[in-house]
């Protein structure tokens, strides 16, 4: 205890008695012995009080240097309480006040963990910059997109260029770049101004999200329009040729007639077959993320589409032939839609293989290994002894309209969709389809489609 205040308390609580009592004695109105004893009474209960007193204004001042503490140390001794009940209250009001800050504060610590979590795991780069337009921090995203040239993605001149108008004022900022590092990609910036800023200098935010597949989807879209177009016009242009020939030189001209409404009927069919194709294929788009319900007969559908090709194959002079091993158990599957796979592979081995040549259709049980998934599942096989592909087209025969000669393709009346067809009604029935084909000795379509759906 401070020996100062000690004195000056003991000294003002014990003056005016002690005072009074020795003015008493001077004048002779009490005696001096007894004046004398309560004054000295008077000052040993005034030091008495004092020192209490100054324990406990003590003890209050050591409860708010500890409360003026960021937080209490759960291992630093509670501190007594005053006895004097007015301070008590203080210290007990003052505890209370403490406690309720330590909450507030655990919360907001709570919070600002959370925010980061979620800052990190967006999905989206996220970047937050400083004043000085450099990063102070990249989330998962930016960091595994990015790495090391994230500061190359903002030194890109069209992302400088919308921070610098975020920076001036100009509101939050969007534009598309093309960013070539670390790989080539297209990339939706949006810059947003954190006004005013955040602690710890946070300034702006930037979002990066990758817009390259949709790009390439809109592309594809654009490209697939323009293909069907393309593939309606030429035979519209056709017909509507032959259609002024016949009104015009060839009005009088019964042979001619009778030829160009021959090739028109050909190219009305044509036309027909490819929006038929056109509306199978986008039908069962619709529904390729929904596995089929029905269960087939392969054999037997396989017997009836083989049946319905003999004319042509007799007409080509080809032999085709159907192997069934016996005793096969039905697949799970959109029957139509399998009849449709192996219409469009026998049709492509009869338009494509050699006249005078061999179709061979075959339908077996999956054998274990040589890359079929292990579940239990059939394989269907059309081989054809014609031309051939060359090695490079194979990956690319499944793109819609995509062949590898045209023009023979649509002399046979071809659309290029038959094998996008085939591609989609597989991948539905969570098939997996093959072509394997070498020049000048013919091709195999391998379709092996599993007996139950997983
Ligand atoms: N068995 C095959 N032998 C050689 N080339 C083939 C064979 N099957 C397909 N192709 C090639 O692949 C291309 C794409 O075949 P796809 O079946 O998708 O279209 P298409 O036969 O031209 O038209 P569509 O089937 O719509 O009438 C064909 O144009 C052809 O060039
Ligand atoms: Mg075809």
Redesign the pocket.
């Known amino acids: 205890m401070r020996l100062g205040p000690f004195i000056g308390a003991s000294f003002a609580v014990a003056a005016v008695p002690v005072a009074a009592l020795l003015a008493l004695a001077v004048t002779g109105s009490a005696t001096p012995g007894a004046s004398l004893a309560a004054a000295g009474a008077c000052a040993a209960a005034a030091m008495a009080l004092a020192a209490l007193f100054a324990r406990d204004l003590h003890l209050l001042a050591e409860t708010l240097r500890h409360a003026a503490l960021e937080r209490q140390h759960d291992s630093a001794p509670p501190l007594a309480l005053p006895r004097f009940p007015a301070l008590q209250r203080i210290a007990l009001a003052i505890g209370r006040l403490v406690r309720a800050r330590d909450a507030r504060t655990a919360e907001v610590g709570r919070l600002s963990t959370a925010n980061e979590a979620i800052v990190e795991a967006l999905p989206d780069p996220l970047l937050v910059l400083g004043e000085d337009r450099q990063t102070r921090r990249a989330n998962k995203a930016a960091r595994e997109a990015f790495g090391d040239d994230i500061p190359a993605v903002l030194r890109h001149p069209g992302m400088r260029a919308a921070i610098d108008r975020a920076f001036a004022g100009a509101g939050p900022q969007t534009t598309d770049l093309q960013l070539p590092v670390p790989m080539p990609r297209e990339v939706r910036a949006s810059v947003f101004l954190l006004d005013p800023p955040l602690p710890g200098g946070a300034r702006a935010i930037v979002v990066l999200s990758d817009r390259t597949r949709e790009r390439a989807l809109d592309r594809m879209r654009a490209d697939f329009v323009a293909n069907a177009s393309h593939e309606l016009r030429t035979p519209l242009a056709g017909l509507i040729g032959f259609i002024d020939t016949l009104r015009g030189p060839a009005a009088d001209d019964a042979a001619a007639q009778s030829r160009f409404l021959g090739i028109m009927a050909e190219q009305a069919a044509r036309m027909n077959?490819l929006i038929d194709?056109l509306l199978v294929l986008s039908h069962i788009e619709l529904d390729e993320h929904q596995p089929p319900l029905g269960r087939a007969d392969l054999a037997a559908l396989l017997q009836r589409v083989v049946a319905g090709f003999e004319p042509e194959a007799g007409r080509r002079r080809v032999t085709l032939r159907l192997t069934l091993a016996p005793g096969l158990p039905e697949v799970a599957g959109d029957a139509d839609q399998l009849a449709q796979v192996a219409q469009?592979?026998i049709?492509?081995?009869l338009?494509?293989?050699r006249d005078g040549g061999s179709v061979r259709v075959e339908l077996a049980e999956a054998p274990p290994g040589q890359g079929w998934p292990a579940r239990p599942g059939l394989l269907f096989t059309?081989a054809?002894d014609?031309?051939?592909?060359a090695r490079q087209?194979l990956p690319r025969?499944?793109e819609r309209f995509?062949?590898?000669?045209?023009g023979?393709?649509?002399a046979?009346?071809?659309?290029?969709?038959?094998?996008?067809?085939?591609k989609h009604i597989v991948s539905r029935h969570r098939g997996v389809l093959t072509?394997a084909?070498e020049e000048a000795k013919?091709?195999t379509?391998s379709v092996w489609l599993p007996v139950e759906q997983s």
């Not at 046979?412 to 085939?422: N, R």
Request: charged share 20%; with cysteine; aromatic share 4%.
């Open positions: 077959r194709d469009n592979l049709d492509n081995a338009k494509y293989g059309v054809d014609g031309l051939g592909i087209h025969l499944t995509y062949r590898v000669d045209a023979r393709s649509r046979v009346g071809g659309t290029g969709l038959g094998l996008a067809i085939v072509i084909s013919g091709t379509c």
